[in-house]
């Protein structure tokens, strides 16, 4: 999660910050800045097998004339490939004038090798017509949705026919911002096998997530080749 520890208003989350820079048509510069610092953080990781990086686009970054080109590139450049990326769109991405674009820039980037992610679904006005443009790997369930599954009998079955249209579409499903233990409760009742938030663990800088992992026995003791 990239965040801009300003001096005087301090810190800035993802979502202000790149609003800004989209707004001053800065977003593709700064993404591409804050992708090179993850990866760099993320090739000292040892090379576990299924390990990806989760990063966010914004449409301006997919609709880049040199998009896939330059994302290649500075991979390389941290000695990894596009097997080990997740790319994570925002509903909107897919949606819209520019969703066709975007689709097939996508489609480019999952045929090199990307797994493609889309962020906060339920939270927005995606149609579920647009889950028949590129294949999804991954679907992020919105985080106010899944705390309305740990509350309301309702959503908790929506919240289920969801995983299970998202599943036989091909997709796996993340709950996102898990906080308590009734709406990690609520994700495994609605037959969601993964999940993010809080509870489970903090955001850590890449020294703070290597030692979090062999803590927790997800990687073994040994150094990165």
Not at 33 to 40: D, G, K, P, T, Y
């Given at each position: 999660?990239?965040?801009w ?6 810190p800035?989350r993802?979502?202000e910050?790149f609003?800004?820079a989209?707004r ?6 700064l993404?591409r ?8 953080e ?7 097998e ?8 914004c449409?301006?970054?997919l ?9 290649g590139a ?18 909107e ?6 969703g ?6 996508l ?6 090798g ?10 927005g ?19 106010a949705?899944?705390a ?16 299970a249209?998202?599943r ?7 709950g ?5 233990a009734a709406?990690?409760a609520a994700l ?15 955001p ?7 030692a ?12 990165a080749?």
């Open positions: 999660l990239a965040r520890s300003h001096p005087e208003l301090g800035i993802a979502p910050l609003a800004v989209q001053i048509g800065r977003a593709v510069p993404g800045q804050a992708l090179a610092l993850a990866l760099r993320f090739s000292a990781l040892p090379r576990e299924g390990l990806r990086l989760c990063v966010n686009f449409s301006a970054e609709l880049a004339e040199d998009g896939v080109e330059a994302l500075v991979l390389r450049a941290a000695g990894l490939d596009f097997s080990c990326l997740v790319v994570e769109v925002q509903e991405s897919l949606s819209g004038r520019s066709q674009r975007s689709g097939a820039a489609g480019a980037l999952r045929a090199a990307a797994w493609i992610a889309v962020d906060d679904f339920g939270g006005s995606l149609s579920l017509g647009a889950l028949l443009g590129p294949r999804l790997d991954l679907v992020k369930l919105d985080r949705l899944v309305r599954m740990a509350r309301e009998p309702e959503a908790l079955r929506l919240g289920a026919g969801l995983v249209l998202l036989h579409h091909g997709a796996e499903v993340v996102k911002g898990v906080e308590t709406e990690g495994r009742a609605a037959g969601c096998r993964i999940a993010q938030g809080d509870a489970l663990a903090p850590m800088t890449g020294a703070e997530l290597l979090w992992l062999r803590e927790n026995g997800v990687l073994e003791l040994r150094s080749p």
